[in-house]
């Protein structure tokens, strides 16, 4: 976790923050919202993941600081009870206020916020290099081999537990189909090529199942 919090710093140093108290204890709390309980795939894994992603084709971004923290603040509220985007609308509110109390920059606050709500349907211009970033980052799970796809999958049931399995298959059919429907699920050249068509096979898979 040590490894993750120096991450954490590093970014928002790198996009403005002049508050180091509130910096880390802005950290600190988004880790521990990564670590609740009810989280099974939305976890400390996953955000770990999306750090790597982003690390890693971090040139094509304009502004990466923004994106890493954006990746931070993304499912930093994650409740599955709640409905439609409000877990990416109450993250990116959540967003504004750590970042805003860590001395970001206004434009760079407003900024993560935009990043975040992108992911709550993962819709993005062509042209929006940090937002492809992060989407992209975002859905690097499911292009995963089939075996680690299926952990995936059931982790996210797992998460909706509380909901019956005709509604929680109705639901989950609508997520699946709603990303199908996406022109493209990676828009970064070298992450399309290696993980579009795969990730579609795992999504037509699972969809096929619910059925």
Do not use: K
Not at 70 to 91: K, Q
Not at 123 to 128: K, L, Q, R
């Amino acid at each position: 976790m040590a490894d993750l919090l120096d991450r954490w710093r590093a970014a928002a140093r790198g996009a403005g923050a002049t508050d180091p108290a509130q910096r880390d204890r802005a950290g600190a709390e988004l880790l521990g919202r990564w670590r609740e309980p009810h989280r099974h795939h939305h976890t400390v894994a996953h955000l770990t993941v999306v750090l790597d992603v982003v690390d890693a084709h971090a040139s094509s971004a304009v502004r990466p600081d923004l994106v890493r923290l954006a990746a931070w603040c993304h499912d930093a509220v994650y409740d599955p009870r709640a409905e439609g985007d409000a877990n990416e609308r109450d993250s990116a509110a959540l967003a504004d206020a750590l970042l805003t109390r860590s001395g970001l920059p206004a434009d760079a606050v407003a900024e993560v916020r935009r990043l975040v709500l992108l992911t709550a349907g993962h819709a993005v211009d062509p042209a929006d290099a940090d937002g492809a970033l992060l989407c992209d980052a975002d859905l690097a799970v499911l292009a995963a081999p089939p075996e680690a796809y299926d952990h995936y999958a059931a982790a996210i049931r797992r998460e909706y537990v509380h909901v019956p399995d005709p509604a929680f298959r109705a639901g989950r059919a609508r997520v699946l189909a709603g990303l199908l429907a996406l022109p493209a699920l990676f828009r970064l050249p070298p992450l399309a090529t290696r993980w579009e068509a795969r990730a579609r096979a795992n999504l037509t898979r699972e969809l096929a199942t619910l059925h």
